[in-house]
């Protein structure tokens, strides 16, 4: 069986994602204040390759592991239900099929307590 890279479409698919997914989050009151200070060409290439490993594709990522990246965060579920929530919405507007969205966002939850520390 492929994996949900594969199955998304790949680079390019995860690319799009990404730009979509941080656009909208710029764009949440909620959350966007976490990326004030934050190179976001740096902070969309490091997405794009964590995305890329998480989903199956090449492990190119080469960040800190998700713990690490958002103890200094202080975040708490809302902001993590923000996020998850902008993950779908982007993957919807993409038209990616509802079970592939369905293993996104438990690849996505699965990350919940790392996230939150």
Known sequence: ???VFEQIGGTGAV???VDIFYRNVLADPV???FFDA???DRQI???KAFLTMAFGGPNNYTGKDMRAAHKHMKLTEA???AVA???QTTLQELQVPPHLVAEVMKIAA???DDVLN
Do not use: C, E, R, Y
């Open 85 to 87: 929530g902008h993950l």
């Open 31 to 33: 959350i966007s204040h």
């Open 1 to 3: 069986m492929s994996s």
């Open 45 to 47: 290439g490091k997405q």
């Open 79 to 81: 902001h993590f239900n």
């Open 38 to 40: 934050v190179d976001m």
């Open 110 to 112: 699965s990350t919940h």
């Open 15 to 17: 690319d799009a994602a």
